[in-house]
């Protein structure tokens, strides 16, 4: 192994989920697996089979992954009783091929929390570490409050992790599991441990509750450790975890590190940040390093000047290298090569020197002001800009829609209620005009189905429109200028019979207006990708 290999884990499906605020569906964990394992990250913690539904639900039916390894979360066997006879070890084992497994190194959490003997800890450790490692293709165990054990009792701080080691763990993680340690101290005791478990195999995982999350994880790094366990935009409990988003670049491209990532997927790190905030349904935090909106953002002056003449005068690294984009505030000249990388995502060839991509530009430009958001809804990007290229045909036009909802309350105690929807949709399609209505438990859900109607009468439209399922539906009310304008943003996530799955986006100060815009799109890219022949409404 290479002394400047360090491998990534992510914990964002499972401490992530534990951020005040934050409820992971299935969906959810599914859509963000993929984008960590887009970026090639190398493990990816699904959750705690067995801990509830959610998570049960997410290893039933695990994402297929092309360059991350699934890892699965637990604890050591319970005292008192033997790992081959513990059911959580057990389910561990059918989760996934990687376990991580949590146990206590702290003394004072062994006899206060667990109420056991020091060396009961030990054996718990040892032995279901050696037990699983039979089952499955690797181990790893994640050292409860190691930082605190190891300056409250050094030697049994490091007699657990030493436990986990010479039982067959892969990684031994440090964990600063209450975040009151700092930089400096970590160095120190990593250095330490690497003396009695190889850095290789050491691990660090760290808590941000004095915002040095990200400082003490590469503190580590350069102490010796050889993993680095974090969320991405630092999700987590309390202050959150160390973020991911921050401490891949700064490995790459500050320390020289190799963390299994191509510079190409680098440039995508932006995009997937934005991702997890459109599933948490939030505005991303414009003040993130690497890949907010003010990371490159000069506004005005002397700063504008010496920008202008050379970039390196107020910016560490090109902003194309993560993603980003710089925005000079007073004449904002950027975004074209961002519009061309996401062209070549989506395999579209074109000049650069075209006027179509900088009226595109300008087009995404407006849009975002508007509200838009691309970074979570790349079937709505691709089809404005094949639009933009003349590539796309209108496949059907609404030329109008009325929806009512209708409630009554059916009995004299007002406690049974019915809540019903109608839609009706005139829709253009070719030379035909057709008008449809249809009910649904929801204005939406009714207007995707009077649509569907409609559509289903086309013979070259059915199998694709058939195959459409909406699986995901996220309403956000963006406040714009002095707050009397509430812009509606709307972003569906849809998916087909082969499991293809892509999002959209809608954007009105009219909640149906914009679900009907992202129920547009979704509609239109299935049809699209599937080489459906427009009859040119």
């Not at 400096?184 to 990593?190: A, N």
């Not at 910016?315 to 993560?322: T, W």
């Not at 406690?415 to 829709?427: C, Y």
């Not at 809608?506 to 080489?531: P, W």
């Amino acid at each position: 192994m290479s002394d400047k290999r360090v491998y990534l884990y992510d914990s964002t499906l499972r401490d992530g989920q534990q951020t005040q605020g934050v409820d992971f569906s299935a969906a959810d964990k599914t859509a963000i697996a993929k984008a960590l394992d887009e970026l090639s990250i190398d493990y990816i913690e699904g959750g705690w089979p067995g801990a509830n539904p959610t998570d049960d639900a997410f290893f039933a039916n695990p994402p297929k992954l092309k360059n991350s390894k699934l890892t699965a979360f637990g604890m050591t066997r319970r005292a008192g009783r033997s790992a081959s006879n513990d059911p959580g070890l057990a389910t561990l084992a059918q989760s996934a091929p990687i376990v991580c497994m949590v146990g206590k190194s702290w003394d004072f959490q062994v006899t206060e929390a667990l109420g056991i003997e020091l060396s009961e800890n030990l054996a718990m450790i040892s032995e279901s570490i050696a037990h699983l490692k039979s089952q499955v293709s690797e181990v790893m165990f994640d050292a409860e409050h190691f930082f605190d054990g190891y300056k409250a009792n050094r030697d049994y701080a490091l007699a657990a992790i030493k436990a986990a080691y010479e039982a067959g763990a892969r990684w031994v993680v440090l964990c600063d599991t209450n975040g009151g340690t700092l930089p400096d101290e970590i160095f120190d005791i990593v250095t330490d441990v690497c003396t009695h478990v190889p850095g290789g195999n050491v691990g660090i995982h760290c808590h941000n509750d004095t915002e040095n999350a990200v400082a003490n994880s590469l503190a580590a790094v350069r102490a010796g450790a050889r993993q680095v366990q974090g969320t991405l935009n630092g999700l987590g409990e309390r202050c959150g975890n160390a973020n991911l988003i921050s401490i891949i670049p700064t490995l790459m491209l500050k320390m020289g590190y190799d963390v299994g990532i191509s510079h190409e997927q680098l440039t995508h790190l932006r995009r997937i940040s934005h991702i997890l905030d459109e599933r948490l349904n939030r505005e991303p935090t414009r003040q993130a390093a690497y890949v907010g909106d003010s990371a490159f953002a000069h506004k005005g002056g002397l700063h504008v000047s010496a920008v202008e003449k050379n970039p390196a005068c107020y910016e560490h690294i090109e902003p194309e290298l993560v993603g980003n984009q710089r925005h000079i505030l007073v004449s904002d000249q950027a975004g074209r090569s961002n519009i061309l990388a996401r062209f070549r995502e989506i395999g579209v060839e074109v000049d650069p020197k075209s006027d179509a991509v900088g009226k595109l530009v300008e087009a995404v430009k407006q849009r975002e002001f508007d509200g838009y958001a691309y970074d979570g809804a790349e079937a709505s990007f691709e089809l404005l800009a094949r639009k933009a290229l003349g590539e796309l045909d209108r496949y059907f036009r609404v030329t109008s829609f009325r929806v009512i909802d209708e409630r009554r309350w059916v009995d004299e105690q007002d406690e049974q209620v019915i809540t019903m929807s109608e839609a009706t949709v005139k829709v253009v399609v070719g030379d035909g005009q057709f008008m449809s209505v249809a009910e649904g438990n929801g204005p939406v859900n009714a207007l995707d189905a009077a649509l569907r109607k409609v559509l289903l009468t086309v013979p070259e439209y059915v199998e694709a429109v058939q195959q459409i399922e909406l699986i995901d539906y996220k309403v956000r009310i963006i406040t714009r200028g002095d707050g009397t304008r509430a812009v509606t943003r709307v972003m569906i996530e849809s998916r087909d019979a082969e499991g293809n799955s892509w999002s959209t986006v809608g954007v009105s100060t009219n909640i149906i207006e914009a679900s009907y815009n992202a129920l547009r799109d979704s509609i239109t890219y299935k049809l699209f990708k599937s080489g459906v022949r427009s009859q040119h409404a």
